[in-house]
């Protein structure tokens, strides 16, 4: 079964971090473009991070750019979502989806992005 399963997430105070991780099974996220994606209560769902299937080249919604960090670990079959300096606003459902092929900016727009997590709750408040 093809799936990516979605953790990490869970209450953190403001200024705290959490590190997510998507990782895939029953197949291999090696060349594939990986978003990260989050839906706050009452809000659009929305691209936060993704990085290409073509060059690895990262790209940031401004709302984070300098407090999340993107990563592979291939041998882990993972992508994790480092995110620092967590503010109250960062609370969401953070989804993570992949595509291959998928490139430039286009990983952050869900359209293109075709098999998707269940979505792991974080929850920034003190």
């Known amino acids: 079964q093809l799936q990516l399963v979605e953790s990490g997430g869970g209450l953190v105070q403001p200024g705290g971090s959490l590190r997510l991780s998507c990782a895939a099974s029953?197949?291999?996220?090696?060349?594939?473009?990986v978003g990260w994606f989050r839906q706050a209560p009452g809000k659009e769902r929305e691209g936060v991070a993704c990085?290409?299937?073509?060059?690895?080249?990262?790209y940031y919604a401004d709302s984070v750019l300098d407090r999340f960090t993107l990563s592979r670990d291939y041998a882990k079959n993972t992508v994790y979502l480092q995110m620092d300096s967590l503010k109250p606003e960062d609370t969401a459902v953070y989804y993570c989806?992949?595509?291959?092929?998928?490139?430039?900016?286009?990983?952050?727009?869900?359209?293109?992005?075709?098999?998707w997590g269940k979505g792991t709750l974080v929850t920034v408040s003190s």
């Open positions: 990085i290409s299937s073509n060059d690895d080249t990262q």
């Open positions: 029953g197949f291999t996220l090696d060349h594939f473009g």
């Open positions: 989806a992949a595509k291959w092929p998928l490139f430039g900016s286009t990983c952050l727009r869900e359209e293109y992005l075709e098999r």
